[in-house]
C-alpha cells in the first residue's frame, strides 16, 4: 500500500503520488473509447522516487511467477489471498477468475518494472528502510512517509466525476485513462494517454 505522501524531515516540502491507482487492460480487441470493467486488471505497486521525473511515483510490484502460481493455486483451494489481488472477501469462482487472470498475464509479461510516471526504470526504492533519500536541496533532510487513515464512503469514482485512472498494456506502456463508469460499471469509456516523450539525452 502506498503511504498517502512524503514530507522532508527538515523543510516539510510535501511531495505527492499523482496518481495512486492504475490497472492493466488485458482484453483482446485494441482498447478504444470504451472498454469492460472484466478486461481490467489490478497493478501492484510499489511507492519509488523516480529519478527521471523527481517525484514519488509507483512503480510496478511484479513478484517471481511462483508467487503468482501459489495465489492461483490456494484461491482453487479455498484460501484467503492478498498478493497479487486482494481476495480475501471475493467470492470463491470470482477470486479464482481473478487470480487466473494475474498469473496468464504474469506468463506473458517480458519487461522488467517500469515506473508508471514514464515508463522509466531510473528509480529507488522508497518502501525499504535503508537508505533513506536525502531531499536534494536540504543539508540534513529526509523524505519519509506520512500515513493518514481515511474514510472511502460513496459511489466509487467515475459516477459524477470522472476517475481518470491511468490504463496500461501489459507490459506497462501507458495507453490512456479510465473516464466515466457505464451500464453499472460494468463499462468504462476510456480517453487516450501516452507517457512523455523523453528528455533529449545529453
Ligand atoms: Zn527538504
Ligand atoms: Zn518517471
Redesign the pocket.
Known amino acids: 500500500m502506498l503511504p498517502d505522501l512524503y514530507v522532508?524531515s527538515?523543510?516539510?516540502?510535501q511531495f505527492d503520488f499523482k496518481f495512486r491507482e492504475a490497472y492493466y487492460y488485458v482484453g483482446a480487441a485494441p482498447a478504444h473509447e470504451q472498454i469492460a470493467d472484466a478486461d481490467l486488471l489490478w497493478i501492484n505497486l510499489r511507492p519509488a522516487w523516480c529519478k527521471d521525473c523527481e517525484c514519488v511515483c509507483g512503480v510496478e510490484d511484479i513478484a517471481p511467477l511462483r508467487a503468482f502460481e501459489g495465489a492461483y493455486g490456494a484461491a482453487r483451494a479455498g484460501q484467503p489471498v492478498e498478493y497479487p489481488s486482494y481476495a480475501k472477501f471475493m467470492e470463491p469462482a470470482d477470486a479464482i477468475r481473478e487470480l487466473g487472470d494475474q498469473l496468464r498475464w504474469r506468463m506473458g509479461r517480458r519487461r522488467p518494472a517500469r515506473a508508471l510516471c514514464c515508463g522509466g526504470s531510473r528509480y529507488q526504492w522508497m518502501d525499504v528502510a535503508q537508505p533513506l533519500l536525502r531531499?536534494a536541496?536540504?543539508e540534513y533532510?529526509f523524505i519519509e512517509p506520512r500515513i493518514y487513515i481515511g474514510s472511502g464512503c460513496g459511489p466509487g469514482p467515475g459516477i459524477y466525476a470522472p476517475a481518470n485512472i491511468r490504463l496500461y498494456d501489459p507490459e506497462g506502456e501507458l495507453i490512456g485513462q479510465l473516464t466515466w463508469r457505464k451500464q453499472d460499471g460494468s463499462v468504462w469509456d476510456i480517453e487516450p494517454m501516452r507517457y512523455p516523450p523523453p528528455a533529449a539525452d545529453d
Do not use: I, L, N, W
Not at 527538515?10 to 516540502?13: D, K, M, N, P, V
Open positions: 522532508c527538515s523543510c516539510h516540502e531531499h536541496q536540504c533532510g
